[in-house]
């Protein structure tokens, strides 16, 4: 075997050697994007989870949740800021979960249900009316305040349907 053949024979082994790396490589990508998305699902599971749970085991905060919900407006000075803690909690896990799916973190299938939820929530004037409130005073990034507004005037027109 020539020096030249040797030299040839080390690029294809080299080129091969490359190859294997690159598919490795790839694998694991694909194998950490998995994992990111199962613990990304965990984590909006476990936000949403512990934000209902704040509700349903402090009777207080159930209270002034069911009585926000009919109309924040109506609330005292006291109730009223605590509505607007709670769903300043809630919009900013709905933020952060938008974020995510907008990020690529988040795929349509875990979103949707989210979706739903933010749907059902932007559906009930007390909590539109602590929203415009909470908009004015904590300000959220723009395109999640216009994604919110969507699913107000989605909700507007599905009621205006209705009637």
């Known amino acids: 075997m020539t020096i030249a053949e040797l030299g040839s024979l080390g690029e294809l082994i080299g080129s091969i050697a490359v190859l294997a790396t690159l598919i490795y490589l790839a694998v694991q990508v694909r194998q950490n994007n998995i994992s990111t998305r199962i613990q990304s699902n965990h984590a909006i599971n476990q936000k949403t989870s512990d934000f209902l749970k704040a509700l ?14 009919s109309s924040f407006k109506e609330l005292d000075k006291a109730d009223a800021f605590k509505f607007e803690m709670i769903m300043y909690d809630a919009f900013g896990n709905f933020h952060e979960q938008w974020y995510q799916y907008r990020s690529g973190v988040t795929d349509e299938n875990q979103f949707s249900r989210v979706l739903s939820m933010i749907r059902m929530y932007m559906s009930i004037r007390g ?6 409130h909470i908009d004015e005073r904590y300000p959220f990034d723009h395109e999640f305040v216009e994604f919110i507004q969507e699913q107000i005037n989605r ?9």
């Open 127 to 132: 909590i539109v009316e602590v929203w415009e």
């Open 56 to 69: 349903y085991t402090n009777s207080e905060a159930y209270e002034v949740w069911i009585r926000g919900r």
């Open 155 to 163: 909700a507007n027109k599905k009621r205006s349907h209705r009637t």
